[in-house]
């Protein structure tokens, strides 16, 4: 991973400080580009003084050093290595070096005046400083001070290394914390519609049965077990926000492991983490997310089971509901019961938003367009429509719009969840407000979920 402003500042004041204090000519700082086991190290300049004292390329990359920098590292050495193309620096020091009448002398010189320390930490290389001067030679407490510094820019190295792959650990997190939050909303949001159709079922058997039958106490349990689901959902919504707010690195957990993760493992962790990402559909009654394949399903037995509960809860409610659905429709490519989620999440938000004494129609529509034919449920209402800057974000996990205002629940992930799911199903959602409908003259809505026919 490339090394942070950070670091690149820090060795910029080293290589300062052997310029300025000691008096070197030439200093260098390497760092390795990859730490993959069993593949070739590279070594790429991050810091030079003079800048243009090393000019790296691909056939410069000094990930072999040459012969004169070889057992010139201190008390640490480097494996042997050949290189047939050489560094610049090597070049200079060996310019240096044939200003001597003394070729043995001056080789010996030079060997004097040049260091190469490797920036180790846990046995792993991670780079070179490299310095020299062409006057005079190091003594034994300027070759100490050169060796500090070089400890101080491995030390840097490793943690700036470390403190990077942290960062994207964390991030990786966060995402991953976000999608469980997700899916958690979505499944909650799931439960409702079915429990709110279980409470008006409830409330019509209470209704229907008198104070003296004897079944009467049955129909108030359902009424009174479905309150307490109602809250406990209430309960995790709280705690999925309070999960969030909380969700906060840690400084003790991460300096903990700056100093405990090695540089090979923070490279092999972050390898490990890229996934593919596939198309997904959310199944209400697993609670994951997996890839479905699309079948051949009736429209008509999944809107049975959606208008079932619809026509109890419109009664309950006092509002007019009129299905026109024919028998001989065609089987659509779906998933039923992702379908089954797509209508009763569009169906649910009709009674919801229609007064008492409103309307509801729903009608099945057909259309060829070039890529196939398509068939669509239209649910329609004369509820107070959507304004037309609502619109274009209708379809955005957690907005509600103008609805946010009112005392209506929700939370704005009923439809963002259906789109997803028609997507995935190859199909798509139009809205248009008003409503498109001939009992309907003016304001209201009209969803239409489109969906292609099943072709063999």
Request: charged fraction near 25%.
């Amino acid at each position: 991973m490339p090394a942070s402003s950070e670091f690149v500042t820090l060795c910029q004041a080293q290589v300062d400080l052997l310029t300025q204090s000691l008096g070197a000519a030439l200093s260098v700082v390497y760092v390795t580009e990859e730490l993959v086991e069993e593949k070739e190290t590279k070594l790429i300049p991050i810091v030079a003084y003079p800048e243009a004292g090393v000019i790296y390329s691909e056939k410069r990359s000094l990930s072999l050093l040459p012969n004169e920098l070889q057992g010139m590292s201190g008390k640490r050495r480097l494996p042997s290595a050949v290189d047939d193309d050489e560094a610049i620096l090597g070049e200079w020091a060996r310019d240096e070096g044939k200003s001597s009448p003394n070729q043995g002398k001056d080789n010996f010189l030079l060997q004097q005046r040049q260091i190469v320390f490797p920036l180790i930490h846990d046995e792993v290389v991670m780079g070179l400083l490299v310095t020299s001067r062409g006057d005079r030679a190091w003594n034994e407490a300027e070759r100490s001070q050169i060796e500090e510094i070089a400890e101080t820019i491995a030390i840097a190295c490793i943690l700036d290394q470390r403190s990077q792959w942290l960062e994207q650990r964390f991030a990786e997190q966060q995402r991953l914390q976000a999608q469980q939050n997700d899916l958690l909303h979505n499944l909650l949001h799931q439960l409702r519609n079915p429990l709110t159709a279980l409470r008006t079922f409830g409330k019509l058997l209470v209704k229907r049965l008198g104070l003296d039958d004897k079944n009467g106490e049955f129909a108030n349990s359902i009424l009174r077990e479905s309150d307490r689901i109602q809250d406990l959902l209430q309960q995790f919504d709280r705690v999925i926000d309070l999960t969030d707010n909380l969700y906060q690195p840690s400084e003790e957990g991460i300096l903990g492991d700056l100093l405990t993760i090695s540089p090979v493992d923070s490279q092999v962790e972050i390898e490990k983490e890229k996934r593919v990402k596939q198309p997904l559909l959310l199944l209400p009654e697993s609670g994951l997310m997996s890839v479905v394949s699309l079948s051949a399903c009736s429209l008509v037995e999944v809107l049975d089971s959606v208008l079932a509960a619809a026509f109890a809860i419109a009664q309950e409610r006092n509002l007019t509901f009129k299905a026109d659905i024919p028998d001989n429709l065609p089987t659509i490519k779906c998933h039923t019961k992702a379908l089954t989620e797509v209508l009763s999440n569009i169906v649910d938000n009709a009674l919801k938003y229609t007064p008492s004494g409103g309307k509801i129609f729903v009608e099945i529509k057909r259309k060829d367009p070039p890529d196939g034919k398509f068939l669509g449920v239209a649910v329609s209402d004369n509820g107070p429509g959507i304004p037309q800057q609502d619109l274009e974000h209708l379809f955005t996990r957690g907005f509600r719009g103008v609805q946010a205002k009112t005392e209506i629940p929700g939370t704005g992930l009923g439809l963002a969840i259906a789109q997803e799911l028609v997507q995935q199903m190859q199909g798509k959602i139009e809205v248009f407000s008003p409503a498109k409908h001939p009992e309907i003259k003016e304001c209201g809505t009209t969803f239409i979920v489109w969906l292609q026919e099943f072709s063999k």
